[in-house]
Every structure is written in structure tokens, then in C-alpha cells.
């Protein structure tokens, strides 16, 4: 009877720390741009960080954007009018457009392309919602919603290469913007 109560307790504290780790708050503050015009138009960073910055996004989207094998796939995770169909290495896929980009606070200070490569991120649309998410699932914003957060987690680490995803592996993941690890933050 005493291995059951301390199993039990176990399994809560656990379940505790967990949902605990899914209620904080997202800790990075930045912003989001759809153009470099509109970064430079907004001072919030020196107009060559602006043009760095945004090359920087459109590279990270190129090689790590989120990939599907069908148009349908896409657009049901992103939205209508929100993918086009790319190919690399002679493999074609459909990829969301970005909706903008997150540039860290960080990048008031100098330009270096370490710098740059970790405090910006493409984000893109989840379908139905006015949320927005990097490629690597991290909750970035609302539309409208006038002030923009992540996770140090979300640029922590360089993006991975894009792998295309199938039906299957976006439905184990849960759909875009969804968190796969259980200890992630983004709950």
C-alpha cells in the first residue's frame, strides 16, 4: 500500500512540473516584420541590421522552413494562399510563405552573422487562428496583438534542416505549432 501512494505522488509531481513548464510565460521579447521596409521604417534597430537581418530570415526559411509532400498537407496546417511548391536537390515539396520575421531585442548591438543567425526566425501562420510560430513550433505571437514573444529555446539553437513532412508525421507531432518533446515550452 505504501508503493502505491508514493507511485501516485510521483505521477503528480510530475504531472505539477509539466504543466508548470507549459504556463510560463514566453521570456524574449522582439519584433516581427513582413520587409525590410518595414523594419527600417520602425528605428527599433539601425537600418543595416534591418537589411543583415532580413537576408538572415529568408536564408534560415530556405533551409529550414517547414516542407510538406502535398499542397493539402500545407494548406491545412497554414491556411489557403498561404504555400507554394519548391523543390531542392531534385525533391519538390510545398512550404508555408513566411508571414514575417522575429528579430530579437539582441540585435540593437552589433552585426555578426552569429549574432544575426541566433535572434532571427521566419514565422509563419497557424490555419484558423491568428497565432504565429517559428518552423521549429515556438510561439511567437498574435496577429494584431501588438507585442511579440518567444522562447529563448526558440533561437538558442541553429534551425534544423527541413525534412518533409507526411500526413503521419504531422499528425504524431499534433499540427504545426504544436511541440512534439514533452519537455519543450511551448504547451
Known sequence: MKRSKSIK???MATTTATLAGCSQEPDLEGRVYKTE???VADSYISDEVC???MKTGINIHENSGPRYESMSLC???HGNNACVGESSNGRSYFSPIPAGYFLAGALT???TNDLLRSNVRPVYPERGSKRYYTSGGYYVG???GGSWRTYNDAVKSPPKPAKV???TSVASRGGFGSRSSSGSRGG
Open 165 to 167: 513532412q507526411t500526413r
Open 142 to 144: 498574435s496577429y494584431g
Open 51 to 53: 537589411v543583415s537581418a
Open 9 to 11: 505522488l510521483v505521477v
Open 109 to 111: 548591438g552589433a552585426i
Open 37 to 39: 521596409f518595414e523594419c
Open 75 to 77: 494548406s491545412d496546417q
